[in-house]
């Protein structure tokens, strides 16, 4: 396999892991609500609008506020967003660190920019690349357009490392080499497979 000139990783799931039932008993206390309250706000719209950047935390500070019956302030809104975010694995993102001796390394994520409050110290992604920015997310192919546009590249030059079978498969339609993530070594071995170990 040629060497891409880019490797994409996603965020959640991959570099970062997370829990959503982490998040709906962290926002269950805090506003002093029932769980399948919180569930239900996450199960609505408002999380994919926010994702294409047609929403923000001060939506959600709304919607908590509504739930809790007082006022919720907008950082206290993103800090409870956030807590879905479980420690980010942090051999992975050496790994990354690693790899820009032989490519770009960015990142691809369907979440707000201000997901990189969890971004482990000293833990760069370039381009980093966020749903929310580019008003489209993935496995849609406007999504995967605008990430071709941002490096400047044609999908033969760009692997990509998802956690999402439906989000590699649309990568593979437009011509990426993409690798479904399943545990640091397996994707540390298909690395090495493509000359990247």
């Known amino acids: 396999m040629a060497r891409p000139a880019?490797?994409?990783?996603?965020?959640?799931?991959v570099l970062l892991p997370f829990d959503r039932e982490r998040r709906v008993s962290a926002i269950a206390r805090r506003l002093d609500v029932g769980a399948d309250a919180v569930r239900a706000i996450f199960a609505g719209?408002?999380?994919?609008?926010?994702?294409l950047g047609e929403a923000d935390e001060g939506d959600f500070a709304s919607a908590f506020a509504a739930l809790a019956g007082r006022p919720i302030r907008v950082d206290e809104a993103r800090e409870l967003i956030l807590s879905v975010f479980e420690p980010p694995n942090t051999a992975l993102w050496r790994l990354a660190e690693a790899l820009r001796?032989?490519?770009v390394v960015g990142g691809f994520s369907d979440n707000p920019v201000f997901v990189r409050a969890v971004f482990p110290a000293g833990g760069t992604l370039d381009p980093m690349i966020f749903s929310?920015?580019?008003?489209?997310?993935?496995?849609?192919d406007a999504a995967f357009a605008a990430a071709e546009a941002r490096l400047?590249?044609?999908?033969?030059?760009?692997?990509f490392i998802d956690d999402s079978a439906a989000n590699v498969d649309a990568a593979k339609r437009r011509g990426w080499d993409a690798i479904l993530?399943?545990?640091n070594d397996q994707i540390a071995a298909a690395l090495a497979e493509r000359g990247l170990a």
């Open 101 to 103: 001796a032989h490519a």
């Open 152 to 159: 400047g590249l044609a999908g033969d030059d760009i692997l």
């Open 6 to 13: 880019a490797i994409l990783f996603d965020l959640g799931g």
């Open 132 to 140: 929310g920015e580019i008003r489209a997310a993935k496995p849609s």
């Open 181 to 183: 993530f399943q545990s």
């Open 45 to 51: 719209d408002l999380p994919r609008r926010m994702d």
